[in-house]
């Protein structure tokens, strides 16, 4: 069982930067991915950015490229997202999220557990 808790949310203008912090208890294996994930009013849930806990490999969603930077402390256990020029359609509640995955790493449905979300607004 992994129990997973983000923090570091906030309101920022456009072109400002937030990090977000995701603290995880439990194990998470070396064969887990961890990701960040974000939901707007009314869309879907969709995948921002993902780390291979094992091997530190990342993936990120095209409109995160360049924007934004996953990382994790595996020593404290804590993933961080860095996001940087941040943007109106950034907004969103983001949500870490972690599991055993196959397949498309940045789709929300192949992840297990979940934390409860921050929230990110991005003002124009």
């Known amino acids: 069982q992994v129990q997973l808790v983000e923090s570091g949310g906030g309101s920022v203008q456009a072109g400002g930067s937030l990090r977000l912090s995701c603290a995880a208890s439990g194990s998470t294996a070396s064969s887990y991915f961890m990701g960040w994930f974000r939901q707007a009013p009314g869309k879907a849930r969709e995948g921002v950015a993902t780390?291979?806990?094992?091997?530190?490999?990342?993936y990120y969603t095209d409109s995160a490229e360049g924007r934004f930077t996953i990382s994790r402390d595996n020593a404290e256990n804590v993933m961080y997202l860095q996001m940087n020029s941040l943007k109106p359609e950034d907004t969103a509640m983001y949500h870490c999220?972690?599991?055993?995955?196959?397949?498309?790493?940045?789709?929300?449905?192949?992840?297990?557990?979940w934390g409860q979300g921050t929230q990110v607004t991005v003002s124009s």
């Open positions: 780390i291979y806990v094992g091997g530190g490999n990342t």
């Open positions: 999220a972690a599991g055993r995955v196959s397949g498309y790493v940045l789709n929300p449905s192949r992840y297990t557990y």
